[in-house]
C-alpha cells in the first residue's frame, strides 16, 4: 500500500527500529526491495535521489514504483530522495510520490529555511510528506572531507524544524555518501542530544558501509529512517560478475541481480528491526 513518511516513522521512532530507504533506479531494484519488504512483512521506503535521475528518469520510473507500492502487501512510501531544485520537487509530486526530501543544505540558512518552507506548504496539500535536511552529510568517496564542522546542533535541529514543518529531519553526526576510504565516526552523543531537543522523526544518510553497531547504536538512540543505496549497487556488482563467470546470459544475470539485491536488502531490514513491522 502507498503510504507516506508519517505513516511509518512515527511508528518506528515509537518502537525503537528504523525503516530503511533503498533507492530504485531500476525494475531489478524495485522488484528486490518490494519482494524483500513483503518476505519480512516490514514498511519500506523506496524512490530515487535527483543525482540519479541520469540512470532512470522521473517520468521513466514514477510509474513502475508507484504502482508496484500500491500493490505491496506492506506500507510502501515512494520518496523522492535529495531533491535540488523546486521544479524537481514539483514534478516529482505531480507524478505521484507520496514523499519528498528537499535538500537545501548547501544553501544559506535563510534560503534553505524558506525554500524548506514553501515545499512543505505545497507537499502538505498533495497529502505527501516532506524530510528536511540541516547540518551537511559529506561524500564518503572523497575520503579527505573534514565533516566535523557540518554536524548538525541540537538548536539548529529544533529552530529550523519550528520554522518549516518538515515531517522528517536528516542530521549530519559523521556519516557520509558513497563508499567510505576510512572508518566512519558517528558522533552518537551529538545524536542523543539532537533527540532529547526535538521530537520529529531522525534521518540517517551515508548508511553503506556502517558497521552493524553503528545502525544498532543509532537506531537505539533515535534514527527511525537509514537511507541505503551503494550496498544494493555492490550487490547487483557481484551478480553481474558472477553471471559473466559463469556465462549465464543476460536474463539470468539480471535474475541473479535481483537475488543478490533482494538478500542485501533482508540483511538491513533484519538489522533495522523493522521485520514484522507492517
Known amino acids: 500500500m502507498l503510504v507516506n513518511l508519517n505513516d511509518v516513522l512515527k511508528k518506528a521512532q515509537e518502537g525503537k527500529y528504523a525503516v530503511g530507504l533503498f533507492n530504485t533506479t531500476d525494475s531489478d531494484m524495485l522488484q528486490a526491495v518490494i519482494d524483500a519488504a513483503e518476505e519480512l512483512n516490514s514498511p519500506v521506503v523506496i524512490g530515487t535521489a535527483e543525482v540519479l535521475l541520469p540512470y532512470g528518469e522521473l517520468q521513466l520510473i514514477a510509474p513502475s514504483v508507484i504502482a508496484a507500492a500500491k500493490r505491496a502487501k506492506v506500507p510502501v512510501v515512494v520518496h523522492y530522495d535529495h531533491g535540488l531544485t523546486f521544479d524537481r520537487c514539483m514534478e516529482a509530486l505531480k507524478l505521484g510520490f507520496s514523499s519528498v526530501m528537499f535538500d537545501g543544505s548547501v544553501k544559506d540558512y535563510e534560503t534553505n529555511l524558506a525554500e524548506t518552507r514553501e515545499i512543505v506548504k505545497i507537499a502538505h496539500s498533495f497529502g505527501a510528506s516532506v524530510e528536511g535536511e540541516i547540518g551537511h552529510v559529506g561524500n564518503a568517496i572523497d575520503g579527505d572531507e573534514d565533516l566535523t564542522d557540518m554536524y548538525t546542533t541540537p538548536e539548529e535541529a529544533k529552530a529550523?524544524?519550528?520554522?518549516?514543518?518538515?515531517?522528517?529531519?536528516?542530521?549530519?553526526?559523521?556519516?557520509?555518501?558513497?563508499?567510505?576510504?576510512?572508518?566512519?565516526?558517528?558522533?552518537?552523543?551529538?545524536?542523543?542530544?539532537?533527540?532529547?531537543?526535538?521530537?520529529?522523526?531522525?534521518?540517517?544518510?551515508?548508511?553503506?558501509?556502517?558497521?552493524?553497531?553503528?545502525?544498532?547504536?543509532?537506531?537505539?538512540?533515535?534514527?527511525?529512517k537509514i537511507n541505503i543505496f551503494t550496498d544494493l549497487c555492490l550487490a547487483g556488482d557481484r551478480a553481474t560478475a558472477n553471471g559473466n563467470a559463469k556465462n549465464i546470459g543476460y536474463l539470468d544475470t539480471r535474475s541473479l541481480k535481483v537475488q543478490y539485491i533482494k538478500e542485501a536488502v533482508k540483511e538491513k531490514i533484519r538489522l533495522f528491526g523493522s521485520e514484522g513491522k507492517a
Not at 553526526?173 to 531522525?202: C, F, Q, W
Request: proline content about 3%.
Open 160 to 224: 529550523y524544524i519550528e520554522a518549516t514543518g518538515v515531517d522528517a529531519l536528516a542530521i549530519a553526526i559523521g556519516s557520509a555518501h558513497g563508499v567510505y576510504k576510512k572508518k566512519p565516526m558517528l558522533n552518537i552523543e551529538r545524536l542523543k542530544e539532537i533527540r532529547a531537543a526535538v521530537d520529529t522523526p531522525l534521518v540517517l544518510h551515508g548508511g553503506s558501509g556502517l558497521s552493524d553497531d553503528d545502525f544498532r547504536n543509532t537506531i537505539r538512540e533515535g534514527i527511525a
